[in-house]
């Protein structure tokens, strides 16, 4: 048995009761053969097996008081995965689907996915099984200051620098960060990132996710000699980084047709194109309704209640927003008998693996969540360097970096694959990219 298949089989071993953890493993380490069959000295140092567990990883209880008095207990989780490119960085998840092994996977994929920005970022994860939605304000507040009375001493500008996830806005970085600086008693504003602007925001962070994903869509394109112009784009969610991306493919000329929430899809054959449709999806999001019919009802469209918009509606490309393993094989399937060409993944892990090998054999291309949706932790990077250099860059100068950071992206996971004989392979490609630089700093650190 090689090195790296024994390496995934101690994963299976060790950590069979976390299937997502479990699963985005073997996806990832399944497409380095041709790396690690060029360094033997991996094996020697057990690279592999290093890179494949956490720094550290706890977990915490969460007791916070509903708005009659009531006490509940959420558990929260923290997952500091690898550092040896900078501070730990990832986002914050409140999600009633929440564990242990949801919250490793997400770490794992962030180390790569920080790793190809460029950028001095390690990666880390975090989150809780609380459910914010049906929640009011103070009920909200009330947990994340809990949450944070428990996780503060572990993080900090230098060491771990959180951000905001699914279920975590503005809102919930501010109570958060309002609370550790309070405890504290210093005003770290780079602890945190996905602030509110008014204490040390960056412009477009809201949006960076959303317009990251658009901008690596048109190198893909590009490639292909193609243009975003009419094209019909199927996504699911339809919270901030459904937004972004809506409000990004609006301005360059395309459609999104579909939005997705737990209640069913609905479809705008004339698309999410005009600028009251886009930001009646923040009156969406701030309702905490968590419906996405709220938006059939407001424009005439139609509404399929417990349906995905993946089987049934038309369009030329798919970029799933939601959560992890949304697209089965059967979606997958269905995307196929369409005529897909496009499979452009903005979530994290939003395919099973089955499904994710069925259409790189039948699809023109599939992009990879790590450097599609890289655009998020990119806008949270240049964050945290406004807040260390004490300024704050326009709108315009933000969008242009983020834009150069998902290009040159791109072009990495291009380049990867080529130099490994893969061909046009953005997955395997963005896998190598991220790999090459954080083997790279973890061989150099010595064995630790």
């Not at 950028?119 to 994860?125: A, D």
């Not at 975003?228 to 937004?243: E, L, R």
């Not at 008998?337 to 979530?347: C, F, P, Q, S, T």
């Amino acid at each position: 048995m090689s090195y790296l298949d024994s390496v995934i089989e101690r994963v299976k071993e060790r950590h069979g009761s976390e299937p997502e953890f479990v699963q985005t493993v073997e996806e990832v380490l399944g497409s380095l053969k041709p790396v690690i069959d060029q360094h033997p000295e991996y094996e020697k140092v057990d690279l592999l097996g290093r890179m494949v567990e956490p720094d550290r990883m706890f977990s915490f209880r969460v007791v916070w008081q509903d708005d009659e008095g009531q006490y509940h207990t959420n558990i929260g989780y923290r997952v500091q995965f690898n550092g040896a490119l900078g501070p730990y960085k990832g986002g914050i998840r409140f999600h009633p689907t929440v564990n242990q092994s949801v919250v490793k996977f997400l770490g794992f994929e962030q180390c790569f996915k920080n790793s190809m920005t460029g950028l001095p970022i390690g990666g880390g994860k975090g989150g809780s099984d609380f459910d914010p939605r049906g929640k009011s304000d103070d009920e909200i507040m009330r947990f994340c200051q809990s949450f944070i009375s428990a996780l503060y001493r572990y993080i900090g500008p230098d060491t771990d620098v959180p951000a905001g996830d699914m279920g975590v806005g503005a809102r919930e970085v501010g109570f958060m960060y309002g609370q550790y600086r309070r405890l504290r008693g210093k005003f770290e504003n780079g602890v945190f990132t996905g602030k509110g602007f008014s204490y040390g925001g960056s412009r477009v962070r809201p949006e960076a996710t959303g317009y990251g994903a658009v901008y690596y869509l048109l190198n893909v394109l590009d490639h292909f000699g193609e243009d975003i112009k009419d094209k019909k784009i199927a996504i699911s969610g339809f919270g901030n980084v459904a937004w972004g991306l809506c409000k990004k493919v609006q301005q360059l000329g395309g459609k999104v047709v579909t939005l997705a929430g737990p209640d069913g899809y609905i479809y705008d054959p004339d698309g999410i194109s005009t600028e009251e449709k886009v930001e009646y999806m923040l009156e969406m999001r701030a309702s905490g309704r968590d419906k996405v019919q709220d938006y059939a009802d407001k424009f005439g469209v139609e509404f399929f209640p417990g349906e995905k918009p993946w089987i049934n509606a038309e369009y030329d490309i798919a970029m799933p927003a939601a959560y992890q393993n949304e697209i089965t094989i059967e979606e997958a399937k269905a995307m196929v008998e369409k005529g897909l060409e496009y499979y452009i993944e903005v979530a994290n892990m939003p395919t099973t693996n089955e499904a994710l090998n069925y259409l790189m054999e039948n699809v023109k291309v599939v992009a990879p969540s790590k450097a599609v949706n890289a655009g998020g932790v990119a806008g949270s990077a240049l964050e945290m360097s406004q807040n260390s250099l004490r300024l704050s860059w326009q709108a315009e100068e933000v969008d242009k970096q983020l834009k150069q950071i998902i290009d040159n992206i791109y072009q990495m996971s291009v380049d990867a694959a080529e130099e490994y004989g893969l061909g046009y392979n953005l997955v395997a490609g963005a896998n190598i990219a991220g790999f090459v630089r954080l083997a790279d700093a973890m061989m150099a650190q010595g064995v630790i």
